[in-house]
């Protein structure tokens, strides 16, 4: 009898769980926080059509093969001072990719800044979710320097809808002159262990105009120098 007991005690320690017929020899299930990917790319800029899924506003985006952290390309954002808010927004690509708008999986929004200026430079976060509740934060980059922005999700959640993000945004408020910003490997981890997961990319590149994902070839990139100016942000 105690041996029984003793037997079914272990079964329990190990993650078995009793049955009707006595102790059932099935894995017993792990809840996971969530089934989202440990990392789901939403900008890589290693093609033009990728660039061309963004929307900009006063802004000229160029690949550049300067100052990339993830694969061979950035994108180069020359913001000016035409306009008096001047952005980069990923936000038409999310109408498209619904599955895309749930970040409720994920704890860290992280993207790599480069500020190649010699002054300290300002940019600003927004973030928008279908509600049109909006978050903005205040990014201050050093001169000549690089940056990985990491912006933890669960710290938002009071003031967006974290299931339905409809716009990822940099920009500037009244520039007083022209500068010059490369921005790389804008993306949604899960958390600290997905430095060893392969990443999920859900980029715009995937996806055409139109919505519909385009043919490619096998070895197929574009060649940095491609831009996008001045699209018009809704």
């Known amino acids: 009898v105690v041996a029984i007991l003793l037997g079914i005690a272990l079964a329990l320690a190990i993650g078995y769980r009793l049955g009707r017929g006595g102790i059932k020899v099935e894995r017993a299930e792990r809840t996971t926080p969530s089934s989202a990917p440990p990392v789901l790319i939403l900008g890589d800029f290693e093609t033009a059509g990728e660039i061309e899924a963004w929307q900009t506003h006063g802004v000229i985006a160029d690949q550049s093969e300067e100052h990339a952290v993830h694969g061979t390309s950035s994108v180069k954002l020359t913001f000016r001072q035409t306009v008096s808010d001047p952005s980069f927004s990923l936000e038409r690509w999310f109408h498209q990719q619904r599955k895309a708008q749930d970040w409720s999986g994920y704890k860290f929004l992280i993207f790599h800044l480069f500020n190649p200026q010699d002054t300290q430079e300002r940019l600003i976060l927004q973030l ?25 999700l669960a710290d938002l959640a009071n003031q967006l809808n974290l299931r339905k993000i409809i716009q990822f945004s940099v920009f500037q408020w009244e520039p007083k002159r022209q500068s010059v910003y490369y921005l790389d490997y804008v993306r949604l981890e899960r958390g600290a262990d997905t430095t060893q ?38």
């Open 197 to 234: 997961a392969e990443p999920v990319a859900a980029s715009p590149a995937l996806i055409s105009a139109s919505g519909q994902t385009p043919p490619t070839s096998a070895g197929s990139t574009s060649s940095p120098g491609s831009s996008l100016v001045d699209a018009a942000v809704t």
């Open 128 to 152: 928008k979710d279908d509600d049109d509740n909006r978050y903005k934060e205040d990014i201050y980059l050093g001169p000549n320097g690089a940056m990985e922005w990491k912006v933890p």
